[in-house]
Nanobody, 118 residues
């Protein structure tokens, strides 16, 4: 239901912009998030943005990555600058929803590969 795009291969110091859009309208989204999973490592949170626009970043990407969202389009973006080989991973978008009766639900995209060469 979430479609991510924008991954690819770049050299260190380069930039990429990831996008993630819901294929149909999703209501009551609390946060839109980007996670990543490097090879043979666990998935971890990279950046998050609330409905009100408050953001949170992993220490390793602060100052280099910027998350933003378009609520009207149900879309979240991740602008990645000054990329480093350590940023190589599969990136997943996630929408965290609180349903009508307070039920939490996570929506996940399929993941997009980002490869940074030195």
């Amino acid at each position: 239901q979430l479609q991510a795009s924008g991954g690819g291969s770049v050299q260190a110091g380069g930039s990429l912009r990831l996008s993630c859009q819901a294929s149909e309208r999703i209501f009551n989204i609390q946060t839109m998030n980007w996670y990543r999973q490097p090879p043979e490592k666990q998935r971890s949170l990279v950046a998050a943005v609330t409905t009100g626009g408050n953001t949170n970043y992993a220490d390793s990407v602060k100052g280099r990555f910027t998350i933003s969202r378009d609520n009207a389009k149900n879309t979240v973006y991740l602008q990645m600058n000054s990329l480093e080989p350590e940023d190589t991973a599969v990136y997943y978008c996630n929408f965290f929803v609180i349903g009508t009766f307070g039920t939490p639900t996570n929506y996940w995209g399929r993941g997009t590969q980002v490869t940074v060469s030195s």
